[in-house]
């Protein structure tokens, strides 16, 4: 599953990408800008639906396309939006009845056809980077008039309305859009609230213009740029100087309460969904045998202290995380709290016969997750080898290098991050803990009643029932220990403060509305 595990990692079911971009130069401040500019260090990778599976990507995505279904803001329930109604019609049929008169941006009629062609495409491009895999449960869809029926291979998926407003669902114009390759950046086309002006420097500044087509209310401001910066200190930078209007993203810690405290900007929080973990290679991991990984894991579990990791590197930004399903989210649980608060390292390894200390490697990237991962895996170092108990041998590489040695294994313990793919806890679950086909991590992680469980509560329409499963699922994996969930991440938007409808551009449904955001 290695290109699932690609897309997953440069999504951060995967968190987001420092990807090389360009700084901010002008001195002028925003007034010599038509619009809005929105500063980050996310990189984008594809404009084309099917092409990306990454956030910063995702970020302009969303500005530019519709769904079937959507997320009103402030909300992690669905509503329609390209449809007019959407629900099951048996356990394996979901019927939606699309809107008239509804036109993407270059005045093609937006029709069931479009519809269709979007979700085929999606699953038959198959591309490494793209989310076409969250649609697995989808056997066909068709058309017939203006209603769509998708059909689907497993009964009573509660998933599914989240997947048709997640990035797999976005509707394209199969007349601009090929059906077997991902469309360049330029002249992409959607429905949304903004048309892509210009894609330059490959992506690393995008010009939106709004799409005055688009059936929903205009955007607050007419024309927005999104520049990626190299570094965040160069975002920072370029927000207390004016020449940025909003900075998203990849801020570190410090900067973030730099620019809290400046009167002239105001700051926004909200769900990120974003969750920080680390992973093991159940293969390539220390450990003679099966019993004895289970216990360096467990044992390296009960030693990490998250509080001490969300105060002293991240100053609050980030809070400690003891489950892969974020609070908030039907079914979490504090598993790993549960399992490990005051349990005995020590004892842990001695009944599993482990000599001790134990070589531990550990590997993370250096740019992918912000710089405060330095700090981050310097601390864990030292928790664990002042036990006595470990060795810690910490390696670190850029991303470019470092998501192509996940996907081929070459890490037997490593860093990682999710974010949601849609707010519900299977976004989670499922490339965490699912089966072969379906788990992103390729940590050689095989238990079939997890895997089971997995499968069965993304299907379960009694909602206490699937609570349940959730839970299960939970408390079964602190045990067995794939994974040590560290830390969970919150969004920070700051921008001028001569701003308005920044408090609306994010919530934990995960997407950023920049046509929320005006000015005074």
């Not at 997953?8 to 995967?14: E, F, H, K, Q």
């Not at 689907?152 to 990035?167: G, H, I, N």
Request: aromatic residues 8%; hydrophobic residues 35%; proline residues 4%.
């Amino acid at each position: 599953m290695t290109t699932r595990l690609l897309s997953a990692i440069a999504l951060t079911a995967t968190a987001a990408a420092v990807l090389t971009g360009c700084a901010s130069t002008g001195s002028s401040g925003t007034d010599a800008v038509d619009g809005l500019v929105v500063g980050t260090t996310d990189v984008v990778t594809s404009l084309d639906p099917a092409g990306a599976w990454d956030r910063g990507s995702y970020t302009v995505q969303t500005q530019l396309y519709q769904h079937l279904l959507t997320y009103p803001a402030g909300k992690t329930t669905t509503s329609p939006e390209v449809a007019k109604s959407c629900d099951f019609t048996d356990g394996t049929h979901y019927v939606c009845e699309i809107r008239d008169g509804l036109t993407f941006s270059n005045g093609d009629d937006l029709t069931a056809k479009d519809v269709v062609f979007s979700f085929e495409r999606q699953v038959s491009l198959g591309s490494t980077n793209g989310p076409g895999s969250l649609l697995a449960n989808m056997a066909s869809v068709s058309a017939s008039g203006s209603t769509v029926t998708f059909t689907l291979k497993q009964a009573d998926d509660q998933t599914f309305p989240y997947v048709l407003a997640s990035m797999a669902g976005a509707i394209v114009d199969s007349k601009v859009f090929s059906a077997t390759k991902v469309h360049a950046n330029d002249g992409v086309v959607g429905s949304g609230p903004y048309a892509l002006q210009d894609a330059a420097d490959g992506g690393a500044t995008i010009a939106l213009t709004a799409n005055t087509r688009y059936d929903g209310d205009a955007p607050a401001t007419k024309s927005v740029t999104i520049k990626q910066y190299t570094k965040s200190a160069d975002l920072k930078l370029a927000v207390q100087k004016g020449d940025a209007d909003v900075a998203y993203r990849q801020l570190t810690p410090t900067e973030v309460t730099s620019l809290s405290s400046d009167d002239s900007l105001q700051t926004v929080h909200g769900d990120s969904g974003e969750v920080r973990f680390l992973a093991f290679n159940l293969q390539t991991m220390p450990g003679k045998d099966a019993a004895q990984k289970q216990a360096i894991r467990q044992a390296v579990a009960a030693t990490i202290d998250r509080e001490a990791i969300a105060k002293d590197v991240y100053q609050g930004t980030y809070t400690p995380a003891y489950s892969i399903v974020p609070n908030g989210f039907q079914g979490a649980t504090e598993a790993f709290e549960d399992a490990y608060d005051g349990a005995d390292a020590k004892s842990i390894l001695r009944d599993a016969g482990v000599t001790t200390p134990v070589r531990l490697p550990i590997e993370y990237t250096t740019d992918h997750y912000g710089s405060g991962s330095d700090d981050e895996y310097a601390l864990i170092q030292q928790q664990l080898e002042d036990t006595g108990l470990f060795t810690v041998d910490l390696q670190s590489a850029s991303w470019d290098t470092y998501v192509g040695n996940v996907g081929k294994g070459e890490y037997p313990v490593f860093q990682l991050g999710f974010f949601q793919d849609y707010p519900d806890a299977s976004s989670y679950l499922t490339p965490a803990y699912g089966a072969t086909d379906v788990n992103l991590l390729a940590n050689h992680f095989d238990d079939a009643t997890v895997n089971g469980l997995v499968a069965s509560q993304a299907v379960e329409p009694d909602a206490a029932k699937r609570k349940q499963q959730i839970e299960q699922i939970q408390q079964d994996t602190a045990e067995s220990v794939p994974l040590i969930p560290l830390l969970a991440g919150q969004e920070n938007v700051i921008g001028q403060g001569s701003l308005t409808g920044l408090s609306k551009s994010v919530d934990a449904s995960g997407e950023f509305r920049i046509w929320e955001i005006g000015r005074s």
